[in-house]
């Protein structure tokens, strides 16, 4: 049996929102745009469960990461978070220089906030910008503004107290080429260290799918929202900002570390409603309502994680691991996952296509998607390389070949 090795990040889901944007089909749980996460008795009660949880989760190493993501985290005041952070480091301890990440709704930077989350252990605040555009931004539910995120990042460099992130979405419905354009003008005047930088999909039951549905709400052609993110690319790319992931953009020293244990195939535990977990190799998602996330927490929770088999492991590897501008290794990948290092290296027709097409590229063992093209059609190209685990594993499949060599 493989020998998995213990998580050493943790995500901590927050489901609250003041309101739920319009195109949010994330586990969130609007309070209202006057609500205060120090006085909700619905906040407390979900502390109360999110402490259960985490004092009930088997020990392990000292985490290196921690991400506390939502929903709107920044509804907790530093209190609250520092409390998180003290179960935290209880149940499992903070290695030192540990990277905690916390996300932020722009309109809820205020210097003494920042201050406070800061002295609760959080380093680095991931800022839900979306847009600078005050009408595009009402038009999607935001309830902050321009003028909330400019103020934010002022004092995010002025205290020099975090790393931080900007979050921008491209393709958002009114957005043209030269909105666009100002957009990336607007975000690069800022000097962010890191861009998270995301095409809008539009979730199933979301504001936006019933007005699309109504005929009320019209999506940009692909080939503009595609346009707009290589554009995007070349910016960024041009100001320093190396694109490590699809939707990743750092400076040297700035890529998020809790992302990349997702990303290379690593493990990480996972808390709260919607959250999802991968310990020994397995992923986890919890109930995504609060009833549901209560009862299952309530319930029992033997074998919560049972081990992954070879196939789903090996899925999932490849879909995270080609998000990465460095893609995968093959070989590792049959170290990780116990085959023959030869299944892995003979591609399917599909894959030998998208790589003559220049999708994919294909250097040794290393397989990654290519940019700007492979990114932009990373979709099609993941769905062939699901394909092709389908054949690895069908009857008489080269995973099944024992005359191949056996892995080392
Ligand atoms: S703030 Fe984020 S999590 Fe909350 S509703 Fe909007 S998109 Fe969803």
Redesign the pocket.
């Known amino acids: 049996m493989m020998a998995f090795s213990q998580p050493r990040s943790a995500y901590v889901h927050i ?1 609250f ?5 319009f ?4 586990p ?1 749980v ?1 309070l209202g745009d006057r609500a205060d996460g120090a006085t909700s008795h619905s906040v407390a009660q979900y502390l109360e469960w999110l402490e259960q949880e985490i004092s009930s989760s088997p020990p392990g190493p000292p985490l290196s990461t921690v991400y506390i993501g ?3 985290p920044s509804l907790l005041n530093p209190l609250q978070t520092a409390r998180l952070m003290a179960l935290l480091n209880r149940q499992f301890g903070l290695a030192p220089g540990a990277e905690i990440t916390m ?1 932020l ?1 722009p309109a809820d930077g205020c210097a003494e906030r920042l201050e406070g989350y800061h002295g609760a252990g959080v380093n680095r605040i991931s800022l ?1 910008a ?1 847009s600078f555009d005050n009408s595009l931004l009402a038009s999607i ?2 309830r902050h503004s321009r003028q909330d995120i400019e103020s934010t990042v002022a004092l995010l460099n002025r205290e020099g107290l975090f790393r931080w992130s900007l979050d921008l979405i491209s393709g958002l419905p009114g957005l043209t080429p030269a909105l666009w354009e100002t957009t990336l003008d607007q975000a690069l005047s800022l000097a962010p260290p890191h861009v998270s930088l995301y095409d809008l999909t539009i979730g199933e039951g979301t504001v936006f799918d019933r007005w699309l549905e109504q005929g009320r709400l019209s999506l940009l052609p692909s080939a503009t929202t595609a346009a707009m993110l290589d554009r995007a690319a070349q910016r960024l790319d041009a100001a320093g900002l190396r694109r490590y992931e699809i939707s990743s953009y750092a400076l040297p020293g700035h890529a998020c570390r809790h992302n990349r244990t997702y990303w290379g195939g690593g493990h990480w535990w996972g808390f709260g409603m919607g959250a999802a977990s991968s310990v020994a190799g397995q992923r986890l998602t919890r109930p995504r309502t609060r009833a549901g996330y209560q009862a299952w927490l309530h319930g029992p929770r033997d074998g919560a994680h049972p081990p992954a088999s070879t196939r789903a492991r090996l899925e999932d590897l490849l879909i995270t691991g080609l998000r990465r501008s460095e893609g995968v290794n093959r070989r590792q990948l049959a170290q990780q996952c116990p085959l023959p290092p030869e299944a892995l290296m003979t591609l399917s027709p599909r894959l030998k296509r998208d790589c003559a097409q220049g999708l994919l590229c294909c250097e040794g063992p290393y397989l990654r998607l290519s940019q700007p093209q492979g990114f932009r059609l990373s979709n099609q190209v993941l769905a062939d390389c699901l394909l092709w685990v389908e054949d690895l594993f069908a009857p008489g499949g080269a995973a099944h070949d024992t005359s191949l060599a056996a892995p080392v």
């Open positions: 489901p929102c003041h309101r739920r944007c195109y949010c089909d994330f969130v609007p939502g929903g709107t996300e709704d839900g979306q539910g935001r």
